[in-house]
């Protein structure tokens, strides 16, 4: 895990935290916008862990050539 994604992770964790606080103090309405603010950096946590998973992939196929052509060089 990078450090970006360590980072969103744990500001919609405190996002999460300190809205439920502040939902027993106050009403739903009064503190929707910390949910929606929860809810933002959980997705952005999303799509940037998907990122990195999907550039992963994209330099994996390539290495598991260049394995393939070494083996073949000692045969």
């Known amino acids: 895990m990078k450090l970006s994604e360590m980072l969103l992770l744990a500001v919609s964790i405190g ?3 300190i809205w439920i606080a502040e939902y027993q ?3 739903f309405g009064d503190s929707y916008w910390l ?3 929860f809810l933002g950096f959980i ?3 999303q799509y940037v862990r998907n990122k ?3 550039r992963e992939k994209a330099v994996s196929p ?3 050539q260049m394995i ?3 083996k073949k060089k000692k045969k």
Do not use: P, Q, Y
């Open 15 to 17: 996002f999460l935290v």
């Open 25 to 27: 103090r106050t009403t």
């Open 35 to 37: 949910l929606m603010l």
């Open 43 to 45: 997705l952005a946590f």
């Open 52 to 54: 990195r998973i999907e």
């Open 62 to 64: 390539t290495i598991k």
């Open 68 to 70: 393939e052509d070494r």
